[in-house]
């Protein structure tokens, strides 16, 4: 990653100088695009796509969080949308505490309800793992500035330290669920519906972990029950009807069946509960104008980790099945070599946050929903641009290779 920084100065024209002490450090990007040997920055061009100015009128204060311009960016910088500005939460460092507690619960947590599969894998192995790669502190950075980038317009720490509970425990759950095959992945799904069930009930067994979890699934209803909204109800039952851990076609017919797939696969619906329970915000999502638009968002966030999961994902591909990525399929299907592929996942992605953009310009014209959905929409277009900035600048996607910074 030599050419897209030489030095400490990358994030000129990306982040303000004042704003850089409020951030973790960047010490990785990763490009897609350089990766699969591809030029297509120099034709397919990202057009900057805001969300309409005019329906932030309602934002009085803007000091909870930063703003990256990364299509202004004076050297070259991976960002692979049109969707902009991003955004990140400068509560990331309270919520550190919170997430390094749960990774060490995690890593000493020796209950039954960890069975080890075949090769040994439990949780805490999973856990381990994360630490040995970036640190025992920089795995909790790593869990943290997720939260903080996808969720970024939060007023209220303790909820984005809920939030980051839920978000750790669906990856080490889908690592875990991963490395399982055949009555194994039931009994894991079987372990996380019990881990994270009804605080009312409670876990059979009791550790220092599980009363941790029942006390995080007991403190987001205490909200749901302070402010009359069911926000964190819809969070929970998202959460334990997740679908991460459904395992990709080893073949697909066309693309659009390995798409169907994905879409239930990305964990929609968990995300945008999470920016209504970030945002304390109650608004149904059942409207098909809406409905449409969020599908469209989940394309984008599915075919983004698709894209800069992939030279990760190719290095770890299973024999006997595909990895969940696009690229994997769209060589498949179309005999494309690893840069075409890439070049045209890119190429679908780009239409995506036009679609959206020209549905909020038609939307903002008609003035059809409450302040209250346009606080929504605006939080899922920060997510979209949130999650596209973790994407590049998170060292599970960069590797090694990726570090701008040295360690």
Known sequence: MSD???????LCGVLPAKDISKI????????????????????LHRTPRQFPTSEEKNIKNQSYWVTFTPLEAERRFPYLSGITPAHK??????????????????????????PPLRDGTTLRHVCASIGIK????????YFAKATAMMYPFGEDPRRLELINVLMIMLWVFDDKCEKSTGEETANVLHEWRVR???????????????TYLDKTIAAIYEYDLITGNTAGKEMHYATLNTEYWLKPPAKCENLSEYLAY???????????????FSL?????????????????????????????????EAKEQSEEQGPANAIFHLKQLLSLNERQAV?????????KGALMHEQLLSWENKCPFDDGMWAFLRGVWGTLAGHVLYSATCARYAGEQGRVVPG
Not at 92 to 112: M, P
Not at 262 to 276: D, E, H, I, T
């Open 343 to 351: 070049e045209m996942l890119y190429s679908m992605i780009l239409p």
């Open 262 to 276: 994905r879409y239930r696969n990305v964990g929609a619906l968990f995300v945008w509960s999470c920016v209504k």
């Open 24 to 43: 973790n450090p960047i010490l990785y990007l990763h490009d897609p695009l350089q990766a699969a040997g591809s030029n297509a920055e120099t034709f």
């Open 4 to 10: 897209i920084t030489s030095s400490s100065d990358f």
């Open 280 to 312: 304390n915000l109650k608004v149904g999502i059942l409207d098909p104008r809406i409905a449409q638009w969020l599908e469209w968002a989940s394309m984008h966030l599915g075919m983004t980790n698709d894209l800069y999961s992939w030279a990760k």
């Open 196 to 210: 994270l069930g009804s605080a009312d009930q409670g876990c059979v067994e009791s550790s220092p972990l599980q």
């Open 134 to 141: 970036h640190g025992a502190h920089m795995a909790g950075v």
């Open 89 to 114: 939460n400068v509560f990331w460092r309270q919520t550190l505490g919170v997430v390094n507690e749960l990774l060490e619960l995690i890593q000493s947590d020796k209950s039954e309800l960890d």
